[in-house]
């Protein structure tokens, strides 16, 4: 899992399996983004849930929150090499919307 | 549309150097960021622009660093008399709303400082 004093994560499964990770928070939200990395380069938005939501689908991407433990997973299922990557979670701070991250998790799918 | 794009892609530079980095928003988008990744520190907020309002500051980690945003659009962020600890990706982001809430990001600037 990943927040904010953790050390980051790393996940290396078989294509095809599924990846889960989990992201952690401390402040209440308004919402929580989860993004891709590819090679330590520019990030990919993902997807966003609400905090009034619980579950969101996109894709082969299954995002959970639960606002009373403060946390977050991301599902990827059938991964693909493609989906070796880092992940972060991110939440939206202060009037400006700006992201804190957490540490990230980075999955290897190996072909 | 083209996506957000920052140049240089890398740069090396010796310590002591000022560097200047730029970021081309994507169009129309009102909202511009800065952070900065490295190994120690993960991602961090560094600037804030919002159209013609102030910057928000608060994230810069010292008065060696310095950003502007020109016409509302491009912005550059200068860092002074560079230190070895500066070392990171400078990652730039636009959004298109007031504090819009999905935030599109360039590929990075990689900065080593020997």
């Known amino acids: 899992s990943q927040q904010g004093e953790e050390d980051p994560q790393a996940l290396s499964i078989q294509e095809g399996e599924n990846a889960t990770m989990n992201c952690s928070y401390k402040?209440?939200?308004?919402?929580l983004q989860w993004y891709r990395q590819n090679s330590g380069r520019g990030l990919v938005h993902l997807i966003l849930?609400?905090?009034?939501?619980r579950e969101k689908h996109s894709g082969r991407l299954r995002v959970t929150l639960d606002t009373s433990k403060k946390s977050s997973s991301l599902l990827i299922t059938a991964s693909r090499a493609a989906d070796t990557a880092s992940y972060f979670c991110a939440t939206p701070r202060g009037g400006n919307n700006r992201l804190a991250f957490g540490k990230g998790n980075q999955v290897v799918v190996i072909p | 549309g083209a996506g957000v794009s920052q140049s240089p892609s890398n740069k090396v530079t010796e310590k002591g150097k000022d560097v200047e980095l730029r970021c081309d928003p994507i169009s129309g988008h009102t909202a511009l960021y800065w952070y900065r990744q490295s190994l120690g520190q993960g991602l961090e907020f560094l600037i804030y622009?919002?159209?013609?309002?102030?910057?928000?500051k608060s994230g810069l980690p010292s008065d060696r660093f310095s950003a502007e945003r020109t016409g509302g659009s491009v912005s550059t962020l200068t860092i002074q008399r560079t230190q070895q600890e500066d070392s990171a990706v400078y990652l730039c982001?636009?959004?298109?709303?007031?504090?819009?809430?999905?935030?599109?990001f360039g590929p990075g600037t990689r900065l080593l400082v020997l």
């Open positions: 982001a636009s959004s298109g709303l007031a504090g819009g809430e999905t935030q599109y």
């Open positions: 622009f919002q159209g013609n309002s102030a910057p928000d």
């Open positions: 402040t209440s939200i308004n919402n």
């Open positions: 849930i609400r905090s009034n939501e």
